[in-house]
């Protein structure tokens, strides 16, 4: 028979040699929000050591966070727990990771401090809103696709009829099917926008740098705003195979997208990295190359993140919404893939393509 002072020990034993093997990351702070303690897998998740976060801010340690130092004070206050599904941090070093935290109360020395379990879900909500917004884009491409071409063919035979009328008219009522053949010719033009590119890319071997360098010298030209490009490439990456004009026409897409937004004080990074292990519409890709479109502007609004790949979604008032979908098209013709991650004061748009052996 167990005594309560033996199974004391034995709980105590356990749960000392448990917690450095937690899965989920346990953090500590105290009622200044200085990090007290950090478990082995908060030290992996973060990069960093105890010794070196140890009594600093657990905001200061990021960029940005979701979580504001208001909601976790309020927490001391009411002594009620909150749960929070998507976390975001950004780090110093420029990348970003999504947790689901909980935070409750905890006594330790007699002092009352907030319990951090934090678990990683990046790759899980990758792969679902992947596939949620591959699924989203296609449909939405489809009734679109579909809409145009209901809407082609009585513009054709409206057109046709205007030019017939014209020459049963005057001089002076010829004004009027001018007009209407005008307006027609208009919505024809928006429409074939609409359907996007209907050619398959024609794909060569090419140095990714040669296209950025072009982009760079197009876009240079044309900057009124005085906006500063910044260039961070891999020049180890070897050749791969592309369509250099479409892949031209999706960066200057996603770069005019930005210096619209964007003030004199705009900075536009072209960065380029090799990217190990990626999976690709579903696909498992062992090696890829990563172009980033990165600026420091006003973010995306939270409420079209999801949806900014979506014909006809736009973010200002004057947009047609039809670049960032043709985009998304013309990637998705290379097997690769086009996301968006964005906040006030950075946006970047990834474009991943599988680097395939030179044949």
């Known amino acids: 028979m167990y005594t309560n002072a033996s199974l004391k ?18 953090v500590i702070i105290n009622d200044e929000l200085k990090i007290q303690y950090l478990s082995s897998s908060a030290e992996a998740l973060f ?23 208001e909601r976790l004070k309020q927490v001391f206050r009411t002594g009620q727990d909150f749960t929070d599904s998507e976390v975001v941090l950004e780090f110093i ?3 970003h990771i999504t947790l689901e935290v909980t935070a409750s109360t ?16 990046d790759k899980q909500k990758q792969i679902s809103a992947e596939i949620f917004q591959e699924q989203q884009w296609e449909a939405a491409r489809d009734l679109i696709r579909g809409l145009a071409h209901e809407i082609k063919n009585p513009l054709g035979g ?44 024609n794909i060569e071997m090419h140095n990714i740098h040669e296209v950025m360098e ?7 030209l044309d900057n009124a705003k005085g906006i500063e490009f910044v260039r961070d490439y891999d020049p180890s990456i070897p050749d791969i195979g592309l369509d250099t004009e479409k892949l031209q ?9 930005a210096t619209q937004v964007l003030d004199k004080n705009g900075v536009i990074t072209l960065k380029t990295r090799i990217a190990t292990n990626q999976t690709i519409n579903g696909k498992k890709v062992k090696l890829a190359v990563k172009l980033s479109i990165i600026d420091n502007g006003p ?42 991650h964005s906040y006030p004061g950075r946006t970047e748009f990834s474009i991943l393509l599988p680097l395939t052996k030179r044949t």
């Open 47 to 69: 990069s960093k050591s105890l010794n070196r976060l140890y009594q600093k801010e657990f905001l200061d340690i990021f960029t940005h966070c979701s979580i504001t130092a």
């Open 249 to 257: 026409q999706t960066l200057l897409n996603i770069i005019g997208n």
């Open 299 to 340: 973010g995306i609004p939270p409420a079209i993140q999801d949806t900014i790949f979506y014909p006809m979604v736009s973010g200002r008032s004057d947009g047609t919404g039809l670049g960032l979908s043709i985009a998304q098209t013309l990637i998705h013709q290379h097997q690769g893939k086009l996301s968006c």
């Open 158 to 201: 409206l057109r046709g009829a205007a030019q017939l009328l014209a020459k049963e008219l005057t001089n002076d009522q010829q004004e009027f099917t001018a007009m209407i053949i005008e307006q027609a010719d208009r919505l024809t033009n928006l429409v074939d926008r609409l359907l996007g590119p209907n050619q398959l890319p």
């Open 93 to 95: 070093e420029n990348y």
């Open 9 to 26: 020990e034995i709980r105590l034993s356990y749960a000392q040699q448990l917690v450095p093997q937690l899965v989920t990351a346990v």
């Open 106 to 121: 905890a006594l330790f020395n007699g002092c009352e401090h907030i319990l951090l379990e934090c678990k990683q879900i």
């Open 214 to 220: 072009k982009v760079h010298q197009l876009v240079s």
